[in-house]
């Protein structure tokens, strides 16, 4: 769990409220380097939202700049 990158998710702005969960939840899989590997069921399960819904807020959260899928 990174704290540092959890505390910099509250100071984004303009996030929809699910766009914040879901980076939350990606931050609190993180090291402090900002690596991490959670599966999208894993995601799905932690944010409360669909499979689907996590793909497809990670793809435009991805293409708007927020992180880097490898």
């Known amino acids: 769990m990174s704290i540092r990158l959890m505390s910099q998710v509250w100071q984004v702005e303009g ?13 609190d899989h993180a090291n ?8 999208i069921p894993f995601l799905a399960l932690k944010a409360h939202i669909s499979i689907r ?17 490898e």
């Open 15 to 27: 996030l929809e409220p699910t766009e914040r969960l879901l980076l939350m939840a990606l931050a």
């Open 32 to 39: 402090d380097s900002g690596v991490c590997w959670p599966g």
């Open 53 to 69: 819904h996590v793909q497809r807020l990670l793809r435009a959260m991805q293409q708007a700049g927020f992180f880097t899928i």
